[in-house]
């Protein structure tokens, strides 16, 4: 998921002073309720949705994980600037899981997949906002789809 509050503060040592490496999902707010995403399309482990949380869904942002590859870029009102411009990347903690994440928002826009799906991104199946699994519904946020499940 998008993180943008604070994957700037990443590099910094944690109490423990070892310096992080990867993203640190525990400690790091996640700047999207995937739950409130109104759901457009879907196919598997790839959706699209809209972001309706004003003014927060104002700028971009986007989180990449490959194996063990991890990137975010984040433009965001109220948050502060990544290490190189607007992005950074870092060495995953654990190469396998997932072994594709991606989250991308633009303004308004989000596009998620995740391989396997994952409980922020899960396996969805529909088109124009009419969905078939995991559950049916028209027009549904995710968390009511995914609460619905039979």
């Known amino acids: 998921s998008v993180r943008c509050a604070d994957v700037a503060n990443r ?69 502060k600037p990544l290490k190189c411009f607007i992005i950074d990347c870092a060495i995953a903690k654990d190469m396998m899981n997932p072994i594709l994440s991606i989250q991308d928002q633009e303004c308004c826009c989000v596009n998620n997949c995740a391989l396997p799906p994952s409980k922020e991104i899960p396996a969805t199946i529909g088109y124009c906002g009419i969905f078939c699994y995991p559950s049916f519904g028209f027009c549904k946020t995710q968390q009511q789809l995914v609460m619905n499940r039979a």
């Open 11 to 79: 590099s910094r040592a944690p109490t423990g002073g070892q310096p992080r490496t990867g993203f640190d999902s525990a400690t790091m707010p996640d700047s999207i309720d995937e739950g409130k995403l109104m759901l457009c399309n879907g196919c598997f482990c790839c959706n699209n949705a809209l972001y309706t949380e004003i003014p927060a869904c104002i700028g971009c942002s986007g989180e990449y994980k490959l194996l063990c590859l991890e990137c975010a870029y984040c433009l965001k009102l109220g948050t």
